[in-house]
């Protein structure tokens, strides 16, 4: 069975600021990682995923993650925060053998002007 | 190519009513997911479903919950006699076969268990 952590419920950042949200996965086959993102009262919306070759994987809105199989590890990142970037992200693994996916308890950003 | 669909987005159901949840895939996607956010919480799997098969129900509770996804029409999260605590926001998702897993997700169903 596959599970995901994230580190950090809450995370706050100034506007222009690195973005950093942690996740850390467990899957007992190669995994497929995502990061989805979700909006208030709204569903969720994926950001970007990693299934096979090049470790750092970018996504839309100017973020990043890297897959690290040794620290079985899948942070995602973002040079400079914007104020549009506060939302919920949740972190997300499945096995590449079928579509059986679990998710983080999230992190929640939160942008300071 | 419509997104996933789900209604109704609000239900208000009184202790001991029922509620129907409906899902409909994007077309062509043949696999569909539902998911349970309480409230503060992140979410929780819940059921996986193809075509008029259950495929995963690990994350459903033992009772008053069922779902379908019939060979016609949308996939239905069907609660019985809710309690307060039902009352959250549940997601549908899907995704087509081969799809490097992806999936899609609805805008939700916000239940209010009065």
């Known amino acids: 069975a596959q599970s995901v952590t994230q580190l950090g419920s809450h995370v706050s950042v100034s506007e222009g600021a690195l973005v950093l949200l942690r996740c850390n996965y467990s899957?007992?086959?190669?995994?497929?990682l995502f990061w989805y993102v979700q909006y208030p009262n709204q569903g969720l919306q994926l950001l970007l995923k990693?299934?096979?070759?090049?470790?750092l994987v970018k996504g839309i809105n100017g973020f990043e993650a890297e897959f690290k199989k040794s620290e079985t590890s899948f942070h995602l990142t973002k040079p400079s925060a914007h104020m549009s970037d506060a939302a919920e992200y949740f972190c997300?693994?499945?096995?590449?053998?079928?579509?059986?996916?679990?998710f983080g308890a999230g992190t929640r950003l939160t942008v300071k002007p | 190519n419509a997104g996933v669909m789900q209604n109704p987005r609000h239900l208000v159901r009184r202790r001991g009513q029922e509620a129907r949840l409906r899902c409909s895939p994007m077309?062509?996607?043949?696999?569909v997911y539902w998911y349970r956010q309480l409230p503060e919480e992140g979410l929780k799997f819940m059921v996986y479903?193809?075509?008029?098969?259950?495929?995963?129900e690990s994350g459903m509770p033992k009772e008053r919950f069922s779902a379908e996804f019939p060979k016609e029409g949308p996939s239905i999260l069907r609660i019985q006699q809710v309690v307060r605590g039902d009352s959250a926001a549940y997601f549908c998702?899907?995704?087509?076969?081969?799809?490097?897993?992806?999936?899609?997700f609805g805008p939700g169903t916000r239940l209010t268990v009065l």
């Open positions: 998702a899907s995704s087509p076969r081969d799809s490097y897993n992806e999936q899609f």
């Open positions: 899957s007992s086959v190669p995994p497929y």
């Open positions: 990693y299934t096979t070759g090049a470790t």
């Open positions: 997300a693994v499945s096995p590449y053998n079928n579509n059986d996916m679990r």
């Open positions: 077309k062509g996607h043949s696999h």
């Open positions: 479903l193809q075509k008029e098969n259950i495929i995963d």
